[in-house]
């Protein structure tokens, strides 16, 4: 069995992990990090996150799902990627926030090969998904699990940067 990214996707949605994904100053992709088992290899087929949009906005009605190697504590090298037409559903919402569950299924299961590593090797699964509106969107934290990662892009510098609170 695999160790689950880092967010508690099914735990309440209490945080929104990033914002305005279609705006190139703000944060418009974050990842979550995938830990596969020494001498383990599978093929990665869906994703499943939660996701909210500011004032009950409905989402795109596609999004963009990457798979990265890990360099240090962040993402590097892209394995995967694609745009994806995801299955939406609607759940109740939170105050002016629309809360949806996405599933991505890519047309290409993405293998994540361990099989020569003698340790556990951490891969990034990252989103980029925006609403028609244009507004706040973001892929929900659940309950944060106290001092485990998500990577979002830095907006001044354009890389990487490792997280472990709510961006506000």
């Given at each position: 069995a695999q160790t689950p990214c880092s967010?508690?996707?099914?735990?309440?949605?209490?945080?929104i992990i990033y914002t305005n994904p279609e705006n190139t100053i703000g944060n418009p992709s974050v990842a979550f990090d995938l830990t596969v088992d020494?001498?383990?290899q599978f093929d990665l087929?869906?994703?499943?996150?939660?996701?909210?949009?500011?004032?009950?906005a409905a989402l795109n009605p596609t999004g963009i799902v990457?798979?990265?190697t890990s360099s240090g504590d962040v993402p590097a090298t892209e394995l995967a990627s694609e745009t994806?037409?995801?299955?939406?559903?609607?759940?109740a919402p939170i105050s002016t926030f629309a809360i949806?569950?996405?599933t991505f299924t890519f047309s290409t299961p993405v293998e994540l090969d361990n099989m020569a590593g003698a340790t556990d090797a951490t891969f990034w699964v990252g989103f980029v998904m925006g609403n028609v509106d244009g507004g706040n969107t973001g892929v929900t934290g659940g309950s944060l699990i106290a001092g485990l990662p998500y990577a979002s892009i830095n907006d001044t510098s354009g890389g990487w940067v490792l997280s472990t609170g709510c961006l506000d």
């Open positions: 967010q508690d996707n099914p735990a309440p949605v209490t945080n020494a001498y383990t087929t869906t994703v499943t996150v939660k996701m909210a949009t500011a004032n009950m990457s798979v990265y994806i037409t995801p299955t939406v559903v609607t759940e949806y569950t996405v």
